[in-house]
């Protein structure tokens, strides 16, 4: 059974850097691409940053320069470093891992960017 589990989510000034955090199990971890989503509210959710199982990464426009997504096969555990963080990633942010066409996600962690 797959299960992931966010942390590292909070309140923070515009500017201010955070770390998340996504803990795997149910899987073979090291095979798979994982991915970061976020969901602001009202708005659907959407792809922030993926790493594949040979450490290629993908960031959408916005967050380019700003975040960068990393992985520790030992730990089971995809990060996301978050810098320079707007107001605009306002969002509530999601771990996300395709096994064998099955999509799962983990329960979410709230980040807040405001003064």
């Known amino acids: 059974q797959v299960k992931l589990e966010e942390s590292g989510g909070g309140l923070v000034q515009p500017g201010g850097s955070l770390r998340l955090s996504c803990t795997a199990s149910g899987f073979t971890f090291r095979l798979y691409s994982m991915s970061w989503y976020r969901q602001a509210p009202g708005k659907q959710r959407r792809l922030v940053a993926r790493i594949t199982n040979d450490h290629s990464t993908y960031y959408i426009a916005a967050v380019k320069g700003r975040f960068t997504i990393s992985r520790d096969n030992a730990a089971n555990t995809v990060y996301l470093q978050m810098n320079e963080l707007k107001p605009e990633d306002t969002a509530v942010y999601y771990c996300?891992?395709?096994?064998?066409?099955?999509?799962?996600w983990g329960q979410g962690t709230q980040v807040t960017v405001s003064t």
């Open positions: 996300n891992v395709v096994v064998a066409g099955v999509s799962s």
